[in-house]
């Protein structure tokens, strides 16, 4: 699923991270809060780490094919449902593979 999605390394801003992420052959630029990141995360995973789950996710809920080129990741509770529940669930298990 996720192997279609390719994410550069993120920038740092003032209230997080920007992603160049490519999907399908289509570029986009991913933004996510530092805040967002924590509440869906605790930290145990890393940023980049969380935008590729949520782009998976996308993707199994056949709405990647309809994201805008500029959006912040907080913008799939919008489009799928029970985002924040699966993501948590896929970090914690992501985590739990994979200790810091």
Sequence with gaps: MTDEISIKPGLITDHGWEFEVTFFGRRHQVSLNQRYWHKLTRGDISPMDLVRL???????????????????LEFLTSR?????????????????????
């Design 54 to 72: 949520g782009i998976g996710l996308a993707n199994q809920h056949r709405v990647s094919n309809t994201l805008p080129a500029q959006f912040d």
């Design 80 to 100: 799928v449902s029970d985002f924040e529940r699966h993501i948590r669930a896929e970090a914690r298990a992501e985590a739990a593979a994979n200790p810091r």
